[in-house]
């Protein structure tokens, strides 16, 4: 006991024990991307808005190519006053909808079945990947032929559109997990259900949601090229028939929509991809 008094004594009366040199230490920061801002999904759309304002105020953006923000503003009450903004919109939604429920169904069952087995890979794996390659506005004039110009070609072009992602994502997922849990699974005797149930499923989450976020901006990138193709409804008929009259407003007015529907999309995806994942410590938070 005396000579653990002694040593304390013994110490400089400026130096300090080690224990509260580093506690008065420069504090450590953790290594990321900080803490999650509010709303900040909506700065970059805000900022984006603000420099169209000033440009268009300022008379940097010709009126004639670009209207301002005001004016679109006004077109778009004016549409909606008329109800056909309302009606496009509800049609345009239905064909997209479709077309995503159809193209994930899909892509879910073939990324599943080639997967979990290396003979369905090898017969599935290699036409995805094909089309994959080729874009869907190519294969337009072949729908054409085979399902006319009504709304079976435009749903089976926006799934074949969604298809895609959500096949190569969820599959990626699968193969993505760890060995160890089919060892353990082979360990406790689960059976084949009990192993796509209990671990082939929520391995491959993750996956299937990354896939989605692609799958729904798919779904409304797709819908914009069909709805050009001899539709009589729909935002994309609504601004091919602007181009026409040279209504350059009624054309921002529906790349506004669609820029919106895209986004509001992505932000369920993501928020269901929160809840559902919220036992993972990622760097999102």
Same mark, same amino acid.
Request: aromatic share 6%; hydrophobic share 65%; charged share 5%.
């Given at each position: 006991m005396s000579t653990t008094i002694f040593d304390k004594r013994a110490l400089p009366a400026t130096e300090a024990p080690p224990d509260r040199v580093r506690a008065r230490g420069p504090r450590r920061h953790r290594p990321g991307p900080g803490k999650p801002v509010r709303y900040g999904w909506a700065? *970059?759309?805000?900022?984006?808005?603000a420099l169209w304002a000033a !440009? =268009? %105020?300022l008379g940097v953006f010709d009126v004639r190519s670009l209207p301002a923000p005001w004016t679109v503003a006004g077109t778009a009450g004016d549409l909606i006053d008329d109800g056909k903004l309302q009606s496009h919109l509800a049609t345009s939604a239905q064909r997209a909808l479709l077309g995503l429920l159809? !193209? @994930?169904?899909? !892509?879910l069952v073939l990324a599943l079945v080639s997967g979990l087995s290396r003979l369905g890979e090898a017969v599935i794996d290699g036409p995805v990947q094909i089309k994959r390659s080729i874009p =869907? $506005?190519? $294969? +337009?004039?072949? $729908?054409? $032929?085979?399902?006319? +110009? %009504?709304?079976?070609?435009?749903? +089976?072009? +926006?799934?074949? *559109?969604?298809? @895609?992602?959500v096949y190569i994502h969820t599959h990626n997922g699968l193969r993505a997990i760890d060995n160890r849990y089919a060892e353990l699974a082979e360990t406790v005797c689960l059976g084949r259900f009990g192993f796509v149930r209990h671990v082939v499923l929520p391995g491959a989450l993750p996956g299937f949601l990354l896939g989605m976020r692609f799958a729904v901006t798919g779904a409304w990138l797709a819908l914009v090229v069909v709805e050009q193709v001899n539709a009589t409804s729909g935002i994309g008929y609504m601004m091919e028939l602007a181009r026409t009259y040279g209504q350059t407003d009624v054309i921002i007015v529906g790349l506004v929509v669609y820029g919106l529907l895209g986004l509001v999309s992505d932000a369920l995806v993501r928020l269901v991809e929160r809840r559902a994942l919220s036992w993972r410590r990622t760097l999102a938070g």
């Open positions: 700065i *970059g759309p805000a900022l984006l808005l !440009g =268009s %105020g159809f !193209g @994930v169904a899909a !892509g =869907s $506005l190519a $294969l +337009i004039p072949l $729908l054409i $032929l085979w399902f006319g +110009i %009504g709304e079976t070609m435009k749903v +089976i072009t +926006i799934a074949l *559109g969604v298809l @895609v992602p």
